[in-house]
């Protein structure tokens, strides 16, 4: 059985065009017109990727995907938005909310299938240690979930690839482009003050445990994680 993937798309063409050409690379799909049996359909079964249309009819998708960042249930499910908007600042709107990912109408088949693979490999890294402790601050690969003396700490998705990263390689100066490489993928076109965007929500996150201090700027180089 392949990989469940939810297509959130109003117009019926496209949904087709996107279900045959995902079913041709081995996953399943599912579909909906809008956000209301999407959430139906995401009650019934949690996907492992979700593909969203921006302009859906009533709620939009960026409303229903702020809906599925504030649920426990849903907050790492991996979402790529189908947009036709290809402005910066409608992109920059997108990953503050938490999308993992773009793709811009119109697009080919092959290129939605790669960054579906590029998406989920990063959502589901293979090997590396399943717990990562520093102090008392406790990642658990396997979960999901992020610990801070034993409270847990609530992050979206890329926040906690993000982290992730940095735990695994404590005490180093990384540049923007080399941390977009690492944690978003080397084929993915995101600009770099993305990771500006995303280190501060993940410094937000840590701030009440007054572990915020663990990220530090490294002025005119990039970041470092210090424990």
Do not use: C
């Amino acid at each position: 059985m392949g990989k469940d993937i939810l297509i959130v798309e109003d117009e019926a063409a496209i949904r087709e065009m996107v279900r045959f050409a995902i079913a041709r690379a081995g996953f399943d799909a599912r579909e909906a017109a809008d956000a209301h049996q999407a959430e139906v359909l995401i009650a019934d079964r949690i996907p492992d990727l979700i593909l969203l249309d921006w302009m859906l009819p009533g709620t939009s998708g960026i409303d229903l995907l702020r809906r599925l960042r504030r649920a426990e249930s849903t907050r790492a499910v991996p979402v790529i938005l189908l947009t036709a908007r290809g402005e910066e600042e409608d992109k920059v709107r997108g990953f503050e909310v938490g999308v993992d990912d773009y793709v811009t109408k119109p697009f080919s088949p092959r290129e939605l299938v790669a960054r579906m693979w590029a998406v989920l490999r990063r959502a589901s890294p293979e090997g590396g240690e399943d717990r990562i402790e520093l102090g008392d601050l406790l990642l658990d690969t396997a979960s999901q979930r992020v610990r801070i003396g034993g409270e847990e700490l609530h992050l979206g998705p890329t926040e906690f690839r993000l982290l992730r990263f940095f735990m695994t390689h404590p005490e180093r100066v990384y540049s923007r482009s080399q941390i977009l490489d690492r944690v978003w993928g080397g084929n993915v076109y995101i600009e770099e003050r993305t990771v500006d965007v995303h280190i501060r929500r993940l410094r937000k996150a840590l701030e009440p445990s007054g572990h915020d201090h663990v990220l530090q700027t490294v002025r005119g180089s990039g970041y470092r994680f210090s424990a």
